[in-house]
């Protein structure tokens, strides 16, 4: 098995104090082996940023421990690559300048060809003397993927990379991580998208509420849990009249969508149609999809991920 290149045990970290104190983090304890891309999968508040900055060195945790490529976080800052959920880049700075700058906090100076070959790597060299603030929301996100690998690191730490991006800068930023992992390096991700996880990662961990609630790949996550496979459709039907059809589970609404967990397909999707027909209502965009980390986090938490 390969060595663990992040190891964590027990960590304990919160905010605040007094009535404000909130536990983040509630006893995490997880490895990332060398050379994988590793997911925290989580909603919103999780803890999957505090996690990470306790990784970083920026928070100190009340208890636990936590070791980066064999040492302590704040002695192991060479050896990452970060990029923030939220990075504060410095606006009068060129897009050239602030890779070089970054570098520096970093112990490495590169030279004028090794910062080229990085802005070219990121499909930004002609945006090499132009201030960040002048550039788009997706252009300013690959500035910090280039600056996260500007001291060029052996782990890479990326915190909701994708998140606000368009469709095909989202795609852009997954080949972007993938050609990392086929280099050698570490990465882990934070996400709170289901298809995000199981496009890269070879193993997830389902962080909720400042606990791990799962870990492994993210098929063996979704099979473990006996999960049934799901109708879903576009059609207005009162939820107990389809939690009374054969074969149903669960229904539920997720945005627009009716999904219906069953366990024979073949038995529910007509009698879903008959429902609809008796009701006046028609079905549109029918699909069968199977079980996924969304629906291993609602089993385990009775929740879905943007709840």
């Known amino acids: 098995m390969t060595d663990p290149i992040l190891e964590i045990e027990n960590v304990h970290a919160a905010y605040g104090r007094g009535a404000a104190r909130v536990e983040a983090l509630k006893g995490v304890s997880l490895q990332v082996k060398r050379g994988e891309i590793f997911g925290l999968l989580g909603p919103n508040g999780a803890g999957k940023t505090t996690l990470l900055s306790c990784l970083e060195g920026l928070l100190t945790p009340e208890s636990g421990?936590?070791?980066?490529?064999?040492?302590?976080?704040?002695?192991?800052?060479?050896?990452?690559?970060?990029?923030?959920?939220?990075?504060?880049?410095?606006?009068?700075?060129?897009?050239?300048?602030?890779?070089?700058?970054?570098?520096?906090?970093?112990?490495?100076f590169p030279t004028?060809?090794?910062?080229?070959?990085?802005?070219?790597?990121?499909?930004?060299?002609?945006?090499?003397?132009?201030?960040?603030?002048?550039?788009?929301?997706?252009q300013q996100q690959r500035v910090a993927l280039a600056i996260a690998l500007a001291n060029n690191p052996e782990i890479v730490v990326l915190d909701e990379p994708t998140s606000a991006l368009d469709p095909h800068a989202r795609r852009a930023v997954w080949d972007i991580i993938r050609a990392l992992h086929d280099e050698g390096r570490t990465v882990v991700i934070t996400t709170h998208a289901m298809e995000e996880a199981e496009a890269l990662c070879g193993r997830v961990a389902i962080i909720d509420r400042g606990q791990i609630i799962a870990c492994g790949a993210p098929a063996a996550i979704v099979a473990g849990l006996n999960i049934n496979p799901v109708l879903k459709a576009t059609v207005e039907l009162p939820l107990e009249q389809v939690r009374a059809l054969p074969g149903t589970l669960t229904a539920r609404y997720t945005g627009?969508?009716?999904?219906?967990?069953?366990?024979?397909?073949?038995?529910?999707?007509?009698?879903?149609?008959?429902?609809?027909?008796?009701?006046?209502?028609?079905?549109?965009?029918?699909?069968?999809?199977?079980?996924?980390?969304?629906?291993?986090?609602?089993?385990?938490?009775?929740?879905?991920?943007?709840a």
């Open 112 to 138: 004028r060809a090794q910062i080229d070959a990085l802005l070219a790597r990121f499909d930004l060299t002609e945006k090499r003397g132009q201030f960040i603030r002048r550039l788009s929301g997706g």
């Open 65 to 108: 421990s936590l070791r980066v490529a064999g040492r302590e976080p704040k002695r192991a800052k060479d050896r990452l690559g970060i990029q923030l959920q939220k990075t504060a880049l410095l606006d009068d700075l060129t897009v050239a300048e602030l890779i070089e700058f970054y570098a520096a906090l970093y112990g490495a």
């Open 256 to 306: 627009q969508y009716l999904e219906v967990e069953t366990t024979h397909p073949q038995t529910t999707m007509p009698a879903l149609h008959a429902l609809a027909a008796q009701l006046g209502r028609t079905l549109s965009e029918v699909a069968l999809r199977q079980p996924n980390l969304e629906d291993a986090f609602l089993k385990l938490t009775g929740r879905t991920l943007n």
